[in-house]
């Protein structure tokens, strides 16, 4: 598939089939995660895997909408600020930028892989920190449901481009 295609096939699932993904997509979904680009190549981010058959009342605590627990894996990407790349002009850590190029990789390679997902930032930290075991230095960065779609794709809102983009300066 071509990657507009693929870009405009990709979007936020919010039903899913309970179908378990096969071990080979969910590994090239991985795969794509750890050949996301991050800062000065420092890979500082983690990928937890969540089956989610046992662990529902679990998942609910961190994001309470049913469809979050439908698909058979919930994945989580976490920043490792202490392995980041920081920024010697003002000391900026790159972790929690290079967890969200990551998560871009993650939910476009579902999508070519015939998979749903949907990237989640409104989860309640610190019972993703508590149900994941969390290490108080790593950064729970987003969430996402991972599975296939039981809904369709509904039109995409966007804004035109040119309310998007400056050329040259603001």
């Known amino acids: 598939m071509d990657f507009q295609e693929l870009i405009k096939k990709r979007y936020s699932v919010r039903a899913y089939r309970p179908d378990a993904v096969e071990d080979a997509k969910l590994a090239r979904v991985l795969e794509a995660a750890r050949l996301a680009p991050t800062a000065a190549n420092r890979q500082a981010f983690r990928v937890i895997v969540i089956p989610v058959k046992?662990?529902?009342a679990d998942l609910r605590r961190i994001y309470g909408r049913d469809w979050f627990i439908q698909a058979p894996l919930v994945l989580c990407v976490c920043a490792v600020p202490s392995e980041g790349w920081v920024r010697k002009a003002d000391g900026w850590n790159a972790a929690e930028v290079d967890a969200t190029i990551v998560m871009s990789h993650i939910v476009l390679a579902a999508a070519a892989e015939g998979l749903g997902t949907c990237w989640i930032a409104a989860f309640d930290?610190?019972?993703?920190r508590e149900v994941l075991g969390l290490p108080p230095e790593v950064i729970p960065s987003a969430f996402t449901p991972l599975g296939y779609a039981a809904d369709a794709p509904a039109p995409k809102k966007?804004?035109?481009?040119d309310?998007?983009?400056?050329?040259n300066r603001w």
């Open 54 to 56: 046992g662990r529902e």
């Open 125 to 128: 930290p610190a019972a993703a």
């Open 158 to 161: 966007r804004r035109a481009l």
């Open 163 to 167: 309310e998007l983009v400056r050329r």
